[in-house]
């Protein structure tokens, strides 16, 4: 990963655009220099020539096109990511506008059909005995393939019976927490990984762990957010928070304003609009939560207004649906609704999605919320 930071280091615009249409000489030029070393016999041979291949000759005379680099870029930028990585080959020019940060931002936006976008899931095998991985699939080849074909995510520490976690995703890059106490910040695409640095804190009776990863555009950086969860004095006292952040572009963690609304579940938080959420238990008051949201660029928390459940609301999971923030709400044993935020921040933008039966077999109602769980960790990348 930090090779990858030192080849992604920003280029003029204006250079990187122009290094594309440099051409090589003229073919005239270098006809016209053929001609003057030519014999004059052979320049005077088949004079019929000329007058047979008009076009061939007008043509000849013709310099290479050149396309302006806007329409070098607009094309590159529409490719796929194995392509893109095939062609950083070509030449230094096509390295460097493929590296570019402003080069990544558009192919990123330029998605219109989710053929970049995948899913991740959590996987579990017991053929032989319980093995873990963590997978991958096309979430384009969900709606079109008979068949999903699935791919396994590689990364530095993996043991397969051992269950790690994927805290989430972002533009490409995925977050992979292993026993709590350790993280790694993954690019499948470019196949490079960075453990980020440890805290100390290891995972201890009455004490948990949650993450979240998120991106920063007020200063270009990726940041992952720690929040360690433990007990004051007792059960009844209730638990306290630390919470810290960790900055891609220093390589350093950082201790932060601790949780003002309570304690977060045990999931990792959401990244939406700068901002990660998590659902907050209040002990105080019984059985009763809010979402809360951290602004990454100021570092400060507040209250994200819930949708109108209605009667029967029980357990809430957040997730992210077309960039949007949403919640799985589970009504009891008899179905599951998911509620999507069109506008962020505003309570009445909160729209029904659909609403989800629960199978007539049991079990049923752990199928049906692991599925949208899964189907919520979207990546970015290829």
Known sequence: MENQNQELAPIQPNHRLCSLTRQPPSASSAEQTQKRNRPESMQ??????????????????????????????????????????????????????????????????????FSKKRVLINTASTQTQLQYSIKSCSLNSIFHDPVVTTTEIEYPMRKDSRCDWVVGSCNGLICIAIRQDTVILLNPTLRVSKRLPDLGFKKRRGCYTVYGLGFDASVDDYKVVRVFCYQSKGFEEGYETIVRVYSLRTNCWRRIQDFPFGVPCNEAGKHVDGSLHWVVFHGQEGFSCTIVSLDLAQETYKEVPQPCYGDGASER?????????????????????????????????????????????????????CQQRESFAIADAE
């Open 317 to 369: 999971t957040l997730g992210v649906l077309d960039g949007c923030l949403s919640v799985l709400c589970n009504y009891g044993r008899l179905y599951a609704v998911i509620w999507v935020m069109k506008e962020y921040g505003k309570r009445e933008s909160w729209t029904k999605l659909v609403t989800i039966p629960y199978m007539p077999y049991p079990g049923a109602e752990f199928f049906s919320l």
């Open 44 to 113: 005077h041979e088949s004079p019929d020539a000329s007058a047979q291949s008009p076009k061939r000759s007008r043509n000849a005379n013709l310099p290479p096109p050149s396309f302006p680099p806007e329409i070098i870029v607009e094309i590159v930028s529409n490719l796929p990511v194995k392509s893109l990585l095939r062609f950083r080959c070509v030449s230094k020019s096509w390295k460097a506008l493929i590296s570019d940060p402003f080069f990544i931002k558009k192919h990123l936006k330029n998605d219109p059909k």
